[in-house]
């Protein structure tokens, strides 16, 4: 009778032990996945930052900006489609005040944005601005030289072009602090016409390589590089054979065609939508 009552008492103990732990491990379990429950509910959300309601482009320059040689379909060159690109893009109402006046050199351009009421209203208002500069700079250098022209001219004259180039983008920043400046650079459209001028290729990229050092020194500020936009291998041979670019202005063989300026425009959007976080958030 001893050994049946030791029994039970020792299967009794078992039975409260194994509930004991059931409940345990239970209890334990669900406090577990309530805290971690508490834990997501706890992280806090991702800031939304709202999109400004309307974007304006303002853009300075010379016939690049104008959109001398553009096909009468379109017009407007590379400011007419960048801010078709911007607002399609980014689904926010986009508006362009173009500023580009033909033959200008930056002299001009710098003489016009101290003198023009209107640019003095846009400028401070505008979250993008765009410039194009030195090609009439290079041009009043090819129209003094002539066939006398050697590479050692174009880099004089690249050095106080960066001096005009600098005094140029301050007096911009002085209308406006904070919106990217989009700084386009000159391309090499010559290459038949200065086949005589020795490291004239290098002349160009060099030219290019200081303007892309000035822009560095202010902040927001973007070089974009298009002096072999228009002359890569597959077209230089017919280029040379021709006479004719394909990607050029027939009546010039300089400025940029309507295909000319969808290749400029698709090199500054590339820039533009790459830097979103300086113009497009309030």
Do not use: C
């Amino acid at each position: 009778m001893k050994k049946k009552s030791i029994w039970i008492i020792i299967v009794i103990v078992l039975l409260g032990a194994i509930g004991g732990g059931a409940y345990y491990f239970t209890h334990n379990k669900q406090q577990q996945i309530t805290e971690t429950k508490i834990v997501k509910k706890a992280k806090p959300k991702k800031k939304v930052v709202p999109k400004k309601k309307s974007i304006s482009i303002v853009a300075v320059g010379d016939s690049l900006t104008q959109g001398i040689g553009d096909s009468k379909s379109v017009g407007g060159g590379y400011v007419t489609r960048l801010t078709q690109k911007v607002q399609t893009k980014y689904k926010v109402p986009t508006t362009s005040h173009n500023y580009g006046v033909s033959g200008d050199t930056s002299q001009q351009i710098m003489a016009r944005i101290k003198s023009d009421d209107k640019m003095h209203k846009d400028l401070p208002k505008a979250d993008i601005i765009t410039i194009t500069v030195g090609g009439n700079d290079f041009m009043h250098l090819l129209q003094r030289k002539g066939l006398d022209l050697t590479a050692g001219n174009i880099a004089d004259e690249q050095v106080k072009f960066d001096q005009r180039l600098t005094k140029l983008l301050t007096d911009i920043r002085s209308y406006n602090s904070d919106a990217p400046i989009y700084l386009i650079g000159i391309y090499n459209p010559f290459s038949i016409y200065l086949s005589n001028v020795k490291n004239a290729k290098t002349a160009f990229i060099n030219w290019n390589n200081g303007s892309a050092e000035v822009a560095k020194k202010f902040n927001k500020t973007h070089f974009i590089n298009i002096n072999n936009l228009y002359q890569p291998k597959v077209i230089t041979k017919k280029v040379q054979k021709t006479g004719s670019n394909p990607y050029l202005y027939t009546k010039d063989h300089f400025h940029p065609n309507g295909t000319g300026y969808d290749m400029m425009t698709d090199k500054v959007f590339e820039e533009v939508n790459g830097t979103t976080k300086e113009w497009l958030y309030k």
